[in-house]
C-alpha cells in the first residue's frame, strides 16, 4: 500500500509544480505589461505656450520647480535659465534639461510632467450656451467648438459671428459664414486654433 501512495505522490507532485510555475508566470507577464492605452497619450503631448509643467530633478529640490511656459516658449530653471519647452513632449524636454544640467553634474535625473494644459484651448463669447474657454481636440472645426459650448441661444445673430486670432503677433478678425458651415461648406466651417475666440452676437 504504502508504495502505491508513494506511486501516486510522485505523478502529482509534479503536476502541481509546473500548474504553480505557469500561474507564477503569468502573473509576472501580466505585470510586466504596460497600459497600452496611457503610454501613447503621455507620451505624444505636445507642450505649448501658457502651460504649467512640473520639473524634478531627482535630489535637487532647489532645481526642480512649476514653471510657466512663457509666450515665447521658454520656461525658466534655476541655474539654467531658459529652456526652450513649447513644441516639445514632457520626456524631450526632460532629455534636454539633462543635457544642459551635464555641465554641473554627474547624471541628472529629470522628469517633467505637464500640471496643467492652458495652450489647447478655445473660447467662446456672447450667445452661446457654455461660454468661456473649451479644451481643444485634433482638427476642432467652428460647428465642432459651437456644439461642445452647448449651441447658439435663442438670441443668437449667426450672421455677425466672428472669430479673433492672435497669429504671429498679429490681431485678426474673421468672419464667419455660420449658415453655410451648417449646410455643409468645408469653406465655412473653418479649423479653429489654439487661443481662437469665437464671439457670437
Avoid at 505557469?22 to 504596460?34: D, F, Q, T, V
Avoid at 496611457?38 to 503631448?45: H, L, M, N, Q
Avoid at 505649448?48 to 529640490?61: E, H, I, N
Avoid at 510632467?113 to 450656451?129: A, D, F, M, P, R
Wanted: with cysteine; hydrophobic share 40%; proline share 7%.
Amino acid at each position: 500500500m504504502k508504495s502505491g501512495r508513494l506511486f501516486i505522490l510522485a505523478l502529482v507532485l509534479p503536476c502541481l509544480f509546473c500548474h504553480a510555475q505557469g500561474k507564477e508566470s503569468a502573473g509576472k507577464s501580466a505585470k510586466a505589461m504596460p497600459p497600452s492605452s496611457a503610454t501613447p497619450a503621455v507620451g505624444s503631448y505636445v507642450i505649448g505656450k501658457s502651460d504649467v509643467l512640473s520639473v524634478t530633478v531627482w535630489k535637487q529640490p532647489d532645481l526642480s520647480g512649476n514653471p510657466l511656459v512663457r509666450p515665447d516658449g521658454m520656461v525658466s530653471m534655476p541655474l539654467l535659465g531658459d529652456v526652450q519647452a513649447a513644441g516639445s513632449t514632457p520626456l524631450q524636454l526632460a532629455d534636454r534639461i539633462e543635457t544642459k544640467l551635464k555641465k554641473y553634474m554627474q547624471d541628472p535625473e529629470v522628469s517633467v510632467v505637464v500640471t496643467q494644459i492652458n495652450s489647447k484651448v478655445i473660447y467662446l463669447l456672447g450667445e452661446v450656451g457654455k461660454k468661456g474657454p473649451v479644451q481643444m481636440t485634433a482638427g476642432m472645426t467652428l460647428l465642432e467648438a459651437i456644439a461642445s459650448a452647448g449651441g447658439l441661444t435663442d438670441f443668437a445673430n449667426s450672421k455677425k459671428m466672428y472669430i479673433l486670432r492672435n497669429e504671429d503677433g498679429k490681431h485678426q478678425k474673421i468672419s464667419v459664414q455660420y449658415k453655410k458651415a451648417l449646410k455643409g461648406d468645408p469653406a465655412s466651417n473653418l479649423v479653429l486654433q489654439p487661443g481662437d475666440t469665437i464671439v457670437v452676437p
